[in-house]
């Protein structure tokens, strides 16, 4: 560490104008006025010049020049002399007295500063627990499994690191200020008592890092590299992972000669990766070049495809693209290249797709347009119902609106709920009707009231004749679906079943003209 004296004597700042020069240029002046004179000149300029006032030499002057006021002057000289003498005087003096109170202040700093330092460093286990652990922004995998290490070691040499620069400071502020050599000494001496205990303990934690840092860069080493060859990584990861380890490097407080063996084991094993890399590029441009040549012949097939595109479905160039996708998997294509033709098959698809797109919106809008018209459909519906409810027509009439209504509802593509709402509206038209034709029942004449009964008797016997007929249809017809029947037997079935259809009919007739006349007289 560096002395006390060595301090004291930077302190010391060049004369301006030199004792020695002035003492000669003063004995060569004739009268003791031009003396004075001199030596006034050169106490103003010991006072008044940049930087730390020069008071050894002000004294020194004032002394020389003070016996010279006793010699054989002219009074108003003398007078006029002796003023700029005390004013000079003064000027010192209180020059002085402002210096004094600055460097009191500044030794009142430098002692709290001091004590500062020596508070943080008895404090130092409870510093190390607040301070948390460092945020390494790219740990390098050779390094992630001791990053607790590094930590702990660089967290403390963090606080050492800080805790030496205030001490450098410190150092500094010292040196520059002004202040009485024994003041000085007593600061120097902390100091260095505060050094004592700070640069030993950084030094082992300082080699204690390097010797981890240093051991964990010639693991990397021998593990991937072997002579001129990178094993166990790709050369790219292994460029990553020593950039990695150079930024830690920087990152880590290691001493000068641990920086300087690990960074150059890392630039050789960088010019390493540089010629693998090297020979890398050199073989993918040859794979490129042969690429090159494959791309031309899938390039063909694309273009011969293009001209029948036009023409097919969807579905169709899918297949036509996927037999061109497996003939790209079956060579040996660069990366740019498949890239490239994954584009222009895309290309290809692109108006396909647009036009199947196009055409399932256009089928959206259509189904849009058709659920429009429905729903418009229906509200018509709705308010005719209400309208045919309120207007008041006769039976016939409105059993006619009452038809077209339900065959319209019939025709109607809607939900089931919504055929159900609509039919509860028409119950107010059905059940007008009824009204009506028991209204026109009452209205009969007795014998239109007999003919009416008689109907019914006459519709009631003929539908009983006509489920007769239905179920001997039946039974013949079960008889012909059966097995083991011969022709003769079969043809004579046939023959009966044809018969029974034709009753069928007829009595399907009677029952029509029945129910006609029914409702007419209703």
Known sequence: MTSPADFS???????????????????????????????????????SQEGSPHFREFWEVRRLVLPFFRENLNSAIRSKLWGEYVELT????????????????????????IGSIETDLAQLETLLAQAGDIA???????????????NKIQRELNLLNTLASRLA??????????????????????????G??????????????GNEFEKDIDLFVSRHFQGEEAVGAPYYALRGEIKALQGMAKFLTLSSGVFNRTRLKLSECWDKIKVLEKEHKKEVTQKKQASSEQRLLIDAKIDELKTRSEGMGLQELDKELEQISRSMREVSL?????????????????PHVDAQEKR????????????????????????????VSKAGMELEPLNEAYLAIVTELDALEISKLEKQQIERQLRSIKDAIAEK??????NLSDDDKQMLENLRTVLQQKKERRQEIKDQLESYRKTLGGSGLDFERAMQLQELASQEKERLEKANLGIQEIEKKIAEMT
Do not use: C, W
């Not at 189904?367 to 709705?382: D, P």
């Open 334 to 350: 660069h990366r740019d290249d498949v890239f490239a033709l994954r584009d222009t098959l895309a290309a290809l698809r692109a």
């Open 136 to 150: 390494f922004t790219d740990i390098p995998q050779t390094l992630e499994q001791k990053i607790g290490v590094y």
């Open 360 to 387: 399932a919106r256009e089928q959206e809008e259509a189904e849009k347009e058709k659920h429009r018209l429905r729903r418009e459909r229906v509200v018509a519906l709705k308010e005719r119902i209400g309208q």
């Open 437 to 442: 034709k028991e209204q026109n029942l009452f």
């Open 169 to 194: 400071g410190l150092r500094k502020e010292i040196i520059k200020t002004d202040m009485r050599i024994r003041f000085k000494t007593k600061f120097f001496k902390r100091l260095s008592e505060l």
């Open 196 to 209: 004592d205990r700070i640069f030993p303990k950084r030094k082992e934690l300082m080699d204690a890092v």
């Open 90 to 113: 003064v000027e010192a003096r209180r020059l002085k007295e402002i210096l004094e109170e600055q460097s009191s202040f500044a030794m009142e700093q430098i002692d709290l500063a």
């Open 9 to 47: 004597s930077e302190t010391e700042v060049s004369q301006p104008l030199p004792l020695q020069e002035f003492s000669e240029k003063l004995n060569l002046l004739p009268t003791p006025e031009e003396k004075i004179a001199h030596g006034l000149v050169f106490m103003r300029n010991a006072i």
